[in-house]
């Protein structure tokens, strides 16, 4: 069954329509790209998911409809991760991963900032210094960490590569699978560096000026040059 | 003579620290509000008012005794900010600045009429919690009214800090504040933070005109110039930050006094009590010139 499923979704910036009919399924234990140069309507499609812009079709996650303003997404399970960062530069490491749990009402935060720090160990050891003095990258994995914090049902990427060194972006995309494959994390990540989100991947869409021009599986895609070529730039 | 002096010096330093601790409670309402809404609430000193009046009320024409009409006043005040969050300021939020500021001061007038309205422009007297008694400290006089004063505002301000440091509910507020989209996206209901702010600041605008009322008089205008103390501290703390308002405040509070003190025994002895608010104006002018951060201010943080 489909976690999360877009049916003929649009979205517009006031005149602007920003998304045409966009569909897509993510299924529960499955990390799905979406790919496509910039202006595509990417970004778009994770705002609305999380319902940051106005828009119309439908979202469903597990059969519900998602409606309401983020807060109502975040309160549903998604735990949205947005373009440049998405810590908060004047809370403490610690206190960005305690706002990660807002929503939750049961008692083992505590418990579950250890089990974060099996994956990022120096989260613990740095717990009170303020994110804005971490570097770009140690931002981005605590904005993955806050995330993570929520115990997300789903978790949408946004550009998580953005202003990354290499290394690190392959660093970051290797915690996502392990916690894709370990904790069966569902994430649908949005990439314009479609050769590392296709090798993290199992399946990508390819979007085009707000449509879903074409999808399939990730292996598919990097195996056809002509695609490579035409959609995704390498 | 130089015993005479020096007891006196002290009394002057503690009767700063009292009205600086007043100025403090003010100007942290000022922060609260600009570090969520981004504007400086200029009918502060206005609701302050209101609230004073609301405790008067219950204490002289309903016999309540004074703590308990000052706990009152302070949950009406805390109701009265939300609902003026959610009735007035909301629906402008999200246009420009100016209109926001704009709001506030059709506040400030509206509140000003509607005190002057329901109570009349004649002075008042609000009793102080403190009584009349003064002490003696080792030849140093100082009054139980600026202790009370003094011990009352750096609670409320420990409290508050206790509130945003340490709870679920401050850390949600502080989030809120320095990034209302992302904010959204962990789950805090950030209008319902702004009006929290909103609801915060007017108890303590409540506690400062509480505070007040009793030295000056309670009327209509009373807030008026401790308004611009409080934006003097403020701006002298850096407008951003809790813990500027309150350090800027107990400074601004013992500065002024000490002008005073000095001016009498001739040194700046053009400087008369009418000076005063001039002399705070003039700080705004100089901090906002020279470290328009403040002391405590950081200067603005742009993510390359």
Same mark, same amino acid.
């Given at each position: 069954m489909a976690l999360l499923e877009l049916d003929r979704v649009g979205a517009r910036y006031g005149p602007v329509q920003a998304l045409h009919d966009v569909s897509l399924t993510v299924r529960e234990g499955e990390v799905v790209a979406v790919l496509g140069a910039n202006g595509a309507g990417k970004t778009t499609t994770l705002r609305a998911i999380s319902g940051i812009v106005s828009r119309s079709g439908t979202i469903e996650l597990e059969g519900k409809a998602v409606k309401g303003g983020p807060e109502a997404a975040a309160k549903s399970g998604i735990a949205h991760v947005p373009e440049g960062r998405g810590t908060f530069v004047d809370l403490t490491v610690t206190e960005n991963l305690k706002l990660g749990a807002y929503t939750r009402r049961d008692r083992s935060v505590k418990a579950d900032i250890t089990r974060i720090a099996e994956y990022f160990p120096w989260m613990v050891e740095r717990g009170a210094q303020r994110a804005g003095t971490l570097s770009g990258g140690e931002q981005q994995m605590l904005a993955l960490g806050r995330a993570l914090m929520s115990r997300p049902r789903l978790l949408l990427l946004d550009?998580?590569? &953005?202003? &990354?060194?290499p290394l690190i972006v392959r660093e970051f995309f290797r915690i996502v699978r392990e916690l894709n494959e370990k904790e069966g994390l569902t994430v649908l990540v949005v990439e314009q560096d479609a050769r590392i989100a296709l090798k993290a991947s199992e399946r990508a869409y390819v979007l085009e000026v707000g449509r879903v021009a074409l999808t399939g599986t990730s292996d598919e895609l990097r195996g056809d040059e002509s695609i490579r070529k035409s959609y995704l730039g390498y | 003579m130089v015993v005479a002096a020096f007891s006196d010096f002290m009394q002057q330093i503690v009767s700063g620290l009292a009205s600086g601790g007043i100025y403090a409670l003010l100007a942290l309402a000022l922060v609260i509000i600009h570090r969520s809404t981004g504007v400086i609430n200029f009918s502060q000193g206005e609701m302050a008012t209101l609230s004073t009046y609301i405790a008067w009320t219950l204490i002289t024409n309903h016999g309540w005794s004074y703590w308990p009409a000052f706990v009152a006043t302070l949950v009406i005040s805390f109701g009265g900010g939300v609902g003026i969050h959610r009735v007035v300021i909301r629906p402008v939020e999200r246009g420009s600045v100016l209109r926001i500021v704009i709001v506030t001061i059709g506040l400030l007038v509206a509140i000003n009429g509607f005190v002057i309205w329901q109570w009349g422009g004649e002075p008042q007297q609000l009793q102080s919690p403190f009584g009349t008694d003064t002490y003696d400290v080792g030849g140093v006089v100082v009054a139980a009214h600026d202790i009370g004063t003094l011990a009352v505002a750096l609670g409320i301000v420990f409290l508050l800090w206790l509130l945003f440091q340490f709870t679920k509910v401050g850390l949600a507020l502080r989030a809120a504040a320095v990034n209302p989209e992302e904010a959204r996206l962990t789950g805090v209901r950030v209008t319902w933070m702004l009006a929290l702010g909103w609801g915060l600041a007017a108890t303590l605008g409540a506690v400062a005109g509480m505070l007040t009322a009793p030295t000056v008089g309670l009327d209509p205008q009373m807030m008026q110039a401790v308004l611009i103390y409080a934006f003097a501290a403020a701006i002298l703390g850096g407008i951003d930050s809790p813990l500027g308002a309150v350090v800027g405040g107990l400074i601004l509070g013992v500065l002024l006094n000490m002008l005073s003190y000095l001016s009498q025994y001739g040194v700046f002895d053009w400087f008369t009590e009418e000076l005063r608010l001039p002399a705070a104006l003039l700080i705004i002018l100089v901090v906002l010139l020279v470290r328009p951060t403040g002391l405590f201010g950081k200067p603005e943080v742009k993510r390359v």
């Open positions: 550009e998580p590569s &953005l202003g &990354l060194a | -």
